[in-house]
T-cell receptor, first 117, second 115 residues
Framework: DSGVTQTPKHLITATGQRVTLRCSPRSGDLSVYWYQQSLDQGLQFLIQYYNGEERAKGNILERFSAQQFPDLHSELNLSSLELGDSALYFC????????????????FGQGTRLTVV | AQSVAQPEDQVNVAEGNPLTVKCTYSVSGNPYLFWYVQYPNRGLQFLLKYITGDNLVKGSYGFEAEFNKSQTSFHLKKPSALVSDSALYFCAVREPYSGNTPLVFGKGTRLSVIA
């Protein structure tokens, strides 16, 4: 158990709909990352939050958005869903070392499998 | 920008034989390198990392990886493969000294250990 919790585990929804994926990071971790895993694209970085603020953006569509709340949990919102959005969505967390050296690994949740029909 | 390449989509090895899963990287400066494993319907599990120091890094489940700066490689190895090692393996890189940056992953290599 990595300590990162994602809900729900599975989600089936129709095209055009909107869903929210939730992530609770490991206790003490300030950074949350969202990744999308699809068969043909591998693991794609979407977005990162650090202590409530957006830190980095990857290949995230404009239809997708995220936020990190004061208790450090994060939500990924996916709207106007298309068939191609069907994928496994992972959340990961890590803690920033005091020196700022980025040598810490990220810990992953079990993922949310989204199926758009 | 940093990147990682895993040149093999699939690696097959007989149980008891040594295994190698290849990874090469591209990053400015000294990289932080990671290996993760993903079992079916599971999240990614951290195996090992290279930050600095000894080029041979030991990790979980008997895995190790060798950092080779001149060849920009970070191959994952295990002396004797088990059927239970069959999984999807990801190499990842993080650019150092550039802030709290995300891991960049390779496309993954599927390892199949045959009894």
């Amino acid at each position: 158990d990595s300590g990162v919790t994602q809900t729900p585990k599975h989600l089936i929804t129709a095209t055009g709909q909107r869903v929210t994926l939730r992530c609770s990071p490991r206790s003490g971790d300030l950074s949350v990352y969202w990744y999308q895993q699809s068969l043909d694209q591998g693991l794609q970085f979407l977005i990162q939050y650090y202590n409530g603020e957006e830190r980095a953006k990857g290949n995230i569509l404009e239809r997708f958005s995220a936020q990190q709340f004061p208790d450090l949990h994060s939500e990924l919102n996916l709207s106007s869903l298309e068939l191609g959005d069907s994928a496994l969505y992972f959340c990961a967390s890590s803690v920033v070392q005091g020196t700022g050296l980025m040598n810490t690994e990220a810990f992953f949740g079990q993922g949310t499998r989204l199926t758009v029909v | 920008a940093q990147s990682v390449a895993q040149p093999e989509d699939q690696v097959n090895v007989a149980e008891g034989n040594p295994l190698t899963v290849k990874c090469t990287y591209s990053v400015s400066g000294n990289p932080y390198l990671f290996w993760y494993v993903q079992y079916p319907n599971r999240g990614l599990q951290f195996l090992l990392k290279y930050i600095t120091g000894d080029n041979l890094v030991k990790g979980s489940y008997g895995f190790e990886a060798e950092f080779n700066k001149s060849q920009t490689s970070f191959h994952l190895k295990k002396p004797s493969a088990l059927v239970s090692d069959s999984a999807l393996y990801f190499c990842a890189v993080r650019e150092p000294y550039s802030g709290n940056t995300p891991l960049v992953f390779g496309k993954g290599t599927r390892l199949s250990v045959i009894a």
